[in-house]
């Protein structure tokens, strides 16, 4: 008996044929909308201001990098801001920024854009700058706002 029980144990262990099991979440590119609100506190026309956002990002490991594009109505300056560029997070903590264009009384201002937020779920709270080369209004925008993003779809990982 002791014999058998010592020749069960020497047998060769064997790898499974079945991909490792992981916990956690798989890098992979999610897009995702939302809408955000706030307003214009500082060197503009103050106001407030509503919009919705776009954005393509990879999520790996806390780390999110991605291309984003918004747009919004500003009761300050009584006109349209479209803005896009890249966005970068670590955790809780984004910045982004890019391209930012302002369309008010038939004239288009461009300019450029950069934003700090700070996420709290689907929440962000944002404070924005934006400086702008032609003068319609105002070349100095100071923003702060809150955005609720969320996922429509996933491209790769689990």
Same mark, same amino acid.
């Given at each position: 008996?002791? =014999?058998?029980?010592?020749?069960?144990?020497?047998?060769?262990?064997?790898?499974?044929?079945?991909?490792?099991?992981?916990?956690?979440?798989?890098?992979?590119?999610?897009?995702?909308?939302? =809408? $955000?609100?706030?307003?214009?506190?500082?060197?503009?026309?103050?106001?407030?201001?509503? +919009?919705?956002?776009?954005?393509?990002?990879?999520?790996?490991?806390?780390?999110?990098?991605?291309?984003?594009?918004?747009?919004?109505?500003?009761?300050?300056?009584?006109? $349209?801001?479209?803005?896009? +560029?890249?966005?970068?997070? *670590?955790?809780? =903590?984004?910045?982004?920024?890019?391209?930012?264009?302002?369309?008010?009384?038939?004239?288009?201002?461009?300019?450029?854009?950069?934003?700090?937020?700070?996420?709290?779920?689907?929440?962000?709270?944002?404070?924005?700058?934006?400086?702008?080369?032609?003068?319609?209004?105002?070349? *100095?925008?100071?923003?702060?706002? =809150?955005?609720?993003?969320?996922?429509?779809?996933?491209?790769? +990982?689990?």
């Amino acid at each position: 008996m002791v =014999v058998a029980v010592l020749c069960a144990l020497a047998v060769d262990a064997r790898a499974d044929d079945d991909p490792p099991f992981v916990i956690g979440a798989q890098p992979a590119w999610i897009l995702l909308g939302g =809408v $955000t609100t706030g307003g214009t506190i500082a060197l503009a026309d103050k106001g407030a201001l509503v +919009g919705g956002e776009l954005s393509l990002a990879r999520l790996s490991n806390g780390n999110v990098f991605g291309f984003y594009a918004d747009g919004y109505y500003d009761w300050g300056i009584d006109g $349209t801001y479209v803005t896009g +560029g890249l966005e970068l997070a *670590h955790k809780f =903590v984004s910045i982004d920024g890019g391209a930012a264009l302002r369309f008010a009384d038939g004239n288009r201002d461009l300019g450029v854009t950069g934003r700090l937020s700070l996420g709290l779920g689907v929440f962000s709270l944002f404070g924005r700058y934006a400086y702008f080369t032609d003068t319609m209004s105002n070349e *100095h925008v100071i923003q702060i706002g =809150v955005l609720l993003k969320l996922p429509l779809k996933t491209f790769g +990982g689990m």
